[in-house]
């Protein structure tokens, strides 16, 4: 299945609904009751099991009224996380040596995966522009990412019973501001967590839809190809990443885990290449979908 956050136009509330064939969308609230577990994607995923089924049961129901997908707004899926989205540095190999090369460190790889977190508000739509503020950089940088949304609670979750805690997955660019994150002692939270800088969506797969190990990640600008890797080269599986965040950490309902970027990137190449206003952001991973997102 795919769900989605979105508001009929022109000024419609934000609300859950569920696309059927990428063309049509149902009003989860209006075809299921409203209340707070049909209210927002939080509240689908806080009902759990029995909420899925329902919505499976909705997807298979004829003559349920749709709204065009050309006459809504898509949101970020989950508009407003209620904690910082978790996002995982150098899980790519190649993208780990491009970093060592053009910074000249003689880095090993790591034994643990590299957390770090971007807060709510960097959140954005699938199509709105990412601000850009040349007071504060200009060293704008892109990174297409699978994201993972976690469903059923979870602490000290074994490598085994990881996938059990996936509600499913979507479309994400870690959008970085590279001299504002290496200027605060290699710490990288502020460079990462401007507003605006998690574009996200355009839906969420549910996990039972998708083979998160086999898909394809690309970025474009303007047209042109800077990232098309595949979430198999991943360096840190899935199931270690949620093994390695939950010690000790309840993972809930609605979490967000941003899973790594591939090689290309802007910074490592020769010259560096930045994004600047007027440019096209393009986020796709394959069976997602494609985020489109204006510069400036």
């Not at 989605?4 to 022109?10: A, D, F, K, Q, R």
């Not at 499976?56 to 209620?82: D, F, M, N, Q, Y």
């Amino acid at each position: 299945m795919k769900l989605v956050t979105y508001s009929p136009l022109p000024s419609g509330q934000p609300r859950p609904g569920l696309l059927l064939e990428g063309k049509r969308i149902v009003d989860i609230p209006a075809a299921l009751g409203a209340d707070e577990s049909t209210g927002s994607m939080l509240g689908l995923i806080r009902a759990g099991d029995p909420m899925l089924a329902r919505l499976r049961e909705l997807e298979r129901k004829s003559g349920v009224a749709t709204t065009p997908l050309a006459e809504v707004k898509l949101h970020a899926p989950i508009p407003r996380p209620t904690k910082n989205v978790f996002c995982v540095g150098w899980n790519y190999l190649p993208h780990f040596e491009e970093g060592a090369k053009k910074l000249q460190d003689d880095r090993k790889l790591p034994e643990w995966p590299v957390f770090f977190t971007k807060v709510p508000t960097t959140v954005n739509g699938p199509y709105d522009s990412i601000p850009y503020d040349s007071a504060i950089s200009t060293s704008l940088d892109w990174e297409v990412e699978l994201g993972v949304v976690i469903g059923p609670c979870g602490k000290n979750i074994t490598q085994d019973d990881a996938m059990r805690h996936v509600w499913g997955y979507t479309a994400i660019n870690d959008v970085s501001w590279r001299d504002v994150q290496r200027r605060h002692g290699g710490q990288w939270h502020k460079g990462k967590s401007l507003d605006g800088t998690c574009p996200m969506g355009p839906c969420i797969v549910t996990a039972d839809s998708l083979k998160w190990d086999e898909l394809q990640v690309t970025c474009r600008v303007n047209g042109t190809v800077k990232q098309d890797s595949n979430t198999r080269h991943m360096y840190f599986k899935l199931p270690r990443l949620i093994a390695d965040l939950s010690a000790g950490m309840t993972l809930e309902p609605g979490d967000v885990i941003s899973t790594g970027t591939p090689e290309g990137v802007g910074y490592a190449r020769t010259p560096p290449e930045f994004l600047k206003p007027g440019d096209l952001l393009e986020t796709e991973v394959e069976g997602i979908g494609v985020l489109r997102n204006p510069v400036g």
